[in-house]
């Protein structure tokens, strides 16, 4: 087991976090300058080799720092990210941006061949190896191509191929297809969800839309504020919201049911991180709200693997 850093989707850890390959515990996140900002506050995730989560939540809850944190790319204030694989020369992690880290002056093979180029990888191996995943993602054809020359939804294809060339044991992805429409986003989604599950890699998708992930993904968190709010798997999150903000964001999706009716609107504004209110975070916007709210509720397992961070979890009650 490899403890990264110390600086660290609700589960508490327990003797079975042995059973997941990536462990994120209790990691909180501070920026301390002119103004002190909670980023994050006591995150829990857990991963296995080849699962897809979802991370959704609006602008500003803390979803890329948590993913930075995740990736080595930024520490913490407090916890830990173990990997619990066997330790080998494949990376622990590689980051698939929107657009970013695909060079304009590079064709798509040189593009992908980019990373093994820098590592010292002889030409026809690392060539080799790139047509390999430029074929898997579906470019065959356009290894000479340009950025210019293709689609949007191409070019996150040559995104993805860069990310996987060095089979990484986890891919973290921030909103790569928010600019594409539904149907591009709905086949690069399938395609990555096939190669990880394929290779072993876990996948971590941070996203604003359940509509596109509803289907492919293992397991979604939901983040609200720089805590996660609700996890557990898909059709639980999705088929039965606890939490208001979960179930708010689930009833604006339009459905064949609800054509020709308003959809439902979450009132209120997102806490600003450099402002929040005592207690809930969300107990501003909520219609369970009590004052039960003004003391900050603690994740409760409200089914097997579906953990909720509200007092109300599912209806009124009392502490």
Same mark, same amino acid.
């Given at each position: ?7 660290? *989707? ?27 900002? $909670? ?5 829990? !995730?857990?991963?296995? /080799?080849? %699962? ?18 995740? =990736?080595? !790319? +930024? ?9 619990? *694989?066997? $330790? %080998?020369?494949?990376?622990? %992690?590689?980051?698939?941006?929107? +657009? ?27 060539? $080799?190896?790139?047509? /390999? ?11 000479? %191509? ?39 986003? =709905?086949?690069?989604?399938?395609? *990555? ?45 999705? =088929? ?19 054509? =020709?009716?308003? !959809?439902? $609107? ?29 003391? +900050?509720?603690?994740? +409760?397992?409200? /089914? ?16």
């Amino acid at each position: 087991m490899e403890t990264v850093g110390d600086a660290g *989707v609700i589960h508490q850890a327990d003797a079975g976090d042995a059973a997941y390959d990536f462990v994120v515990d209790d990691v909180s996140k501070v920026f301390a300058g002119a103004t002190r900002v $909670q980023a994050l506050s006591n995150i829990d !995730l857990r991963l296995k /080799r080849g %699962s897809f989560t979802c991370i959704v939540g609006p602008s500003g809850c803390g979803k890329s720092t948590l993913l930075r944190i995740i =990736g080595e !790319l +930024e520490t913490a204030t407090k916890g830990t990210v173990q990997i619990n *694989v066997p $330790q %080998s020369k494949t990376p622990r %992690s590689a980051f698939v941006f929107q +657009e970013h880290g695909v060079f304009p002056w590079f064709t798509v093979l040189q593009n992908v061949a980019f990373g093994q180029q820098m590592a010292s990888v002889g030409k026809k191996e690392r060539e $080799q190896n790139a047509r /390999r995943w430029i074929a898997e993602v579906g470019l065959t054809g356009f290894e000479h %191509s340009y950025p210019h020359q293709l689609s949007g939804g191409m070019r996150q294809r040559v995104a993805i191929a860069i990310a996987l060339l060095n089979s990484p044991r986890l891919i973290i992805a921030d909103e790569p297809t928010t600019a594409l429409d539904v149907t591009i986003q =709905g086949q690069i989604l399938f395609e *990555v969800q096939k190669l990880c599950r394929e290779t072993g890699t876990a996948l971590i998708w941070i996203t604003h839309d359940l509509a596109v992930v509803a289907g492919l993904a293992d397991r979604v968190a939901v983040m609200y504020a720089g805590r996660v709010v609700e996890t557990g798997s898909t059709a639980d999150v999705i =088929g039965h919201p606890m939490h208001p903000y979960t179930h708010g964001l689930i009833a604006s999706i339009p459905t064949p049911e609800s054509r =020709g009716r308003p !959809l439902m $609107q979450i009132p209120g504004m997102t806490p600003s991180l450099l402002n929040l209110p005592r207690g809930c975070a969300f107990r501003g916007r909520c219609p369970r709200a009590t004052d039960a709210c003004l003391a +900050e509720p603690q994740p +409760e397992q409200v /089914r097997p693997g579906q953990w909720v961070r509200c007092w109300h979890a599912g209806g009124p009650r009392n502490p």
